[in-house]
């Protein structure tokens, strides 16, 4: 039995708890940290971002190397050595959840390994591997347990032929052909990895478009640079049976206007669906609310029992790390006495990491136009950027959605070379709301990609030099 008291308890290590963890320790606070996986670090370190994004470079690279001669380099006999690519990503992953560990230690919060239930009030229990509970005294706590993969009926996974977003980052061979089921940011990640590595590979999604939540032209953009790289995309099309071969796997479908769809392939990649991870921790019989597999939270994390917060993919706003950390300073700063502003959820960035990459904050075209902005749009191309062709990598645009009474700045949707870096720009032009000439007008260096950025808001207004 621990018998110290905390501040806060944090339950569950991901980007969400371990940051919140941190500034809970910056601003003075006594801190505990409960993760229940023998490393630190949650989904997005272990299973999610960093894995995933390792790859992705691998494949970058892999694929850089067989257009050398491009750049006047010759490169023979390049080959994909996958155990060595595996053991990177691991590597990457390993070192990763080490730091986390450090800025534990650095930070003198207490870490307690086991699976966390709330025994209200003021108390968590933590039950380790061996069964030993302990309880740990504590003035609030925070639930940030992330979220698994959720099973589609019909399309139980193996962890052979039918893989989910976990299994598909250990696998010992490339599959010769791959289908994705799902075309959200972990569907197209995956099919841009496998695909690059050799994988013969279809996404098939049940909406009209490729990463649905993204902007139009966007998408349509995203398709046809697939296409260019053999990335087949079955659109509009529901998938109702899953049979295995002796070869791998049969998929059968219909699209909305009712044709059938047929595919076979050496595996499946179940790219769709997580849900919240609430098992075991104690909520029933509590204040708390529970709604649609989610907790329910006002503007400030609150949950409906005192002292008790939750954030990341627990809370129904976009599972997204970097908003989880946001969620996770915004709880402690109240906690420790100050007055944070709720967190402006038209400003939180997504940003899919395929190639083409994909980056988007702020308002879609037909989203502002559906609120009732007077919307203006401008768009730049990268195939008419300098740095762009220097680097060999000229598809996509920067597109800049804005509105005409006060030049605001609505959204920017950015795909092709290094757009999850360049949001970060638009991010800040959004929160210190800029207008478009503004952005236009602010000197960028040359060459570079951001360049980019720039000339799509001096397109607003007619400007743009460089088209």
């Not at 206007?257 to 076979?264: A, F, S, Y």
């Not at 308002?363 to 559906?370: D, H, S």
Request: hydrophobic share 40%.
């Amino acid at each position: 039995m621990a018998t110290e008291q905390f501040d806060v308890t944090v339950i569950g290590s991901g980007p969400g708890g371990y940051v919140a963890a941190i500034r809970g320790a910056q601003l003075g606070l006594k801190v505990a940290i409960v993760e229940k996986d023998k490393r630190l670090g949650g989904t997005c370190t272990l299973r999610g971002c960093i894995p995933t994004k390792a790859l992705l470079m691998s494949a970058h690279v892999y694929e850089q190397m067989q257009h050398a001669k491009d750049f006047g380099v010759q490169a023979t006999e390049i080959q994909l050595a996958f155990a060595d690519v595996q053991k990177r990503k691991d590597k990457v992953v390993m070192k990763n959840s080490k730091g986390i560990e450090y800025l534990m230690k650095k930070n003198t919060i207490t870490v307690f390994k086991g699976k966390g239930k709330l025994a209200l009030p003021g108390k968590v229990e933590v039950t380790g591997d061996e069964g030993k509970t302990q309880t740990i005294n504590t003035r609030n706590i925070i639930i940030a347990t992330g979220s698994v993969v959720r099973p589609i009926p019909g399309f139980e996974v193996d962890g052979e032929r039918v893989v989910n977003s976990d299994q598909i980052l250990e696998l010992k061979d490339v599959p010769k052909s791959l289908v994705v089921m799902g075309a959200g940011a972990v569907g197209v990640e995956f099919a841009s990895v496998y695909s690059r590595f050799g994988s013969d590979t279809t996404i098939v999604e049940l909406m009209p478009r490729l990463l649905p939540l993204e902007d139009e032209e966007v998408s349509k953009e995203l398709e046809k640079s697939f296409r260019k790289r053999g990335i087949k995309s079955q659109l509009d099309t529901k998938l109702e049976k899953l049979e295995k071969t002796d070869t791998g796997i049969r998929l059968t479908g219909k699209t909305s206007k009712g044709q059938d769809v047929q595919l076979e392939a050496e595996m499946l990649l179940v790219a769709v669906g997580r849900m919240p991870y609430l098992e075991g921790l104690g909520l029933e019989g509590t204040k708390i609310k529970v709604e649609r597999g989610t907790i329910q939270v006002d503007e400030f994390c609150r949950t409906g029992e005192q002292n008790v917060y939750a954030i990341g993919d627990v809370i129904p706003t976009p599972w997204l790390a970097h908003l989880a950390s946001k969620e996770g300073i915004l709880v402690v700063e109240q906690i420790a006495g100050q007055k944070p502003q709720p967190i402006n959820l038209r400003q939180v960035p997504s940003c899919t990491y395929c190639d083409p990459e994909v980056a988007s904050v702020g308002l879609t075209e037909a989203a502002a136009r559906k609120e009732g902005y007077d919307v203006k749009v401008a768009k730049f191309p990268f195939s008419a950027s300098g740095k762009a062709r220097i680097l060999g990598e000229e598809e996509g645009f920067v597109k800049i959605v804005s509105e005409t009474k006060y030049d605001e700045l609505l959204g920017v949707h950015i795909i092709g070379p290094h757009a999850t870096e360049l949001i970060a720009e638009a991010c800040v032009a959004l929160q210190l709301e800029s207008t478009a000439e503004e952005l236009g007008r602010t000197m960028h260096a040359h060459p570079t990609i951001a360049e980019t950025v720039m000339e799509a808001a001096e397109g607003i207004h007619g400007l743009t030099i460089h088209i």
